[in-house]
Antibody, heavy 123, light 112 residues
Framework: QVQLVQSGTEVKRPGASVKVSCKAS????????IHWVRQAPGQGLEWMGQ????????NYAQKFQGRVTMTRDTSISTAYLDLSSLTSDDTAVYYC????????????????WGRGTLVTVSS | DIVMTQSQLSLPVTPGEPASISCRSS???????????LDWYLQKPGQSPQLLIY???YRASGVPDRFSGSGSGTDFTLKISRVEAEDVGVYYC?????????FGGGTKVEIK
């Protein structure tokens, strides 16, 4: 079954870090970039960045530069999102989703999404 | 960064009637190969977003043909020919031309 399975709910204190995982199955993990998109309560979708599972290369949204790290473990087809120095503004559902590497390759859209991981930052 | 604007925050619809959602980008999404890098996603209540339309007008697999996408350059429209109750949710446009990928603010479709 083609799916992305994310880790469970997290509750963190301000200033802490969180690591969210996204395990891919049913398709070639290295064949698609993994993107991370977050959604604050009652708000819209916000792109955080992407990782190329083949090379490990990343692109991050400027807003998160210095606080975000995206990594992957190809041996277990899993991508990770690390976000540090958490504040209450980081309370959100974090989604992983896949997309092909570039427009010339079939699958250049977000056709598969994880169910989301709720991260709550509260003192 | 490319700014995506959905001017309709909310769209009350009547089942069986058509509906139209607009999206505008701050710069052209038309690439030299003639493709518009514009996707449409629907997020139903309590669910992850789902792909409806890609490259401006191509329906994703399994999407009912009552959904259609049109437009080019900076102005795009998602149309639902006959709204059904299951179509309620928030519709987002997103540009895939360049990173950072950016979403519109969303249009919430609800039944009158």
């Amino acid at each position: 079954q083609v799916q992305l399975v994310q880790s469970g709910t997290e509750v963190k204190r301000p200033g802490a870090s969180v690591k969210v995982s996204c395990k891919a199955s049913g398709y070639s993990f290295i064949g698609y970039y993994i993107h991370w998109v977050r959604q604050a309560p009652g708000q819209g979708l916000e792109w955080m960045g992407q990782i190329n599972p083949n090379s490990g290369g990343t692109n991050y949204a400027q807003k998160f530069q210095g606080r975000v790290t995206m990594t992957r473990d190809t041996s277990i087809s899993t991508a990770y999102l690390d976000l540090s120095s958490l504040t209450s503004d980081d309370t959100a559902v974090y989604y992983c989703t896949r997309r092909s590497a570039r427009p010339s390759i079939s699958g250049y859209y977000f056709d598969l999404w994880g169910r989301g991981t709720l991260v709550t930052v509260s003192s | 960064d490319i700014v995506m604007t959905q001017s309709q925050l909310s769209l009350p619809v009547t089942p069986g009637e058509p509906a139209s959602i607009s999206c505008r980008s701050s710069q052209s999404l038309l690439d030299r190969n003639g493709d518009n890098y514009l996707d449409w996603y629907l997020q139903k209540p309590g669910q992850s977003p789902q792909l409806l339309i890609y490259l401006g007008s191509y329906r994703a697999s399994g999407v009912p043909d009552r959904f259609s996408g049109s437009g080019s350059g900076t102005d795009f429209t998602l149309k639902i020919s006959r709204v059904e109750a299951e179509d309620v949710g928030v519709y987002y446009c997103m540009q895939g031309l360049q990173v950072p990928l950016t979403f519109g603010g969303g249009t919430k479709v609800e039944i009158k």
